[in-house]
């Protein structure tokens, strides 16, 4: 089992940045595909970005493809999301989730098994 715990959110202005980490503690980090997904008021959580166990692989979403990076650490069992140009429409709860099972860059929320408490992004126009 491992336990998730995201940082970085806050309130930033239209076309700012922020950087949200997720901290991982349990079991061996690199074992995990990572995920970052998001929910705001009102819709489904939905898929944001996704990165292999080593770190070699990363899939995007359209809507952020081109302005967020998803990267890891495994030595310091953290997984990473740059997010640059923001717009209003980022506005929500980011998550990161883990997996072992799963090939990377699973989009769907529900497949995963491992899940963070969240931090809120508010972007302002």
């Known amino acids: 089992q491992v336990q998730l715990v995201e940082s970085g959110g806050g309130l930033v202005q239209a076309g700012g940045s922020l950087r949200l980490s997720c901290a991982a503690s349990?079991?061996?980090?690199?074992?995990?595909?990572m995920g970052w997904f998001r929910q705001a008021p009102g819709k489904d959580r939905e898929f944001v970005a996704a990165?292999?166990?080593?770190?070699?692989?990363?899939y995007y979403a359209d809507s952020v493809k081109g302005r967020f990076t998803i990267s890891r650490d495994n030595a310091k069992n953290t997984v990473y999301l740059q997010m640059n140009s923001l717009k209003p429409e980022d506005t929500a709860v980011y998550y990161c989730?883990?997996?072992?099972?799963?090939?990377?860059?699973?989009?769907?929320?529900?497949?995963?098994?491992?899940w963070g408490q969240g931090t809120q992004v508010t972007v302002s126009s």
């Open positions: 349990g079991r061996t980090f690199s074992i995990y595909n």
């Open positions: 990165i292999s166990r080593s770190g070699g692989n990363t």
């Open positions: 989730a883990a997996d072992t099972r799963l090939r990377p860059g699973v989009r769907e929320a529900m497949l995963y098994d491992y």
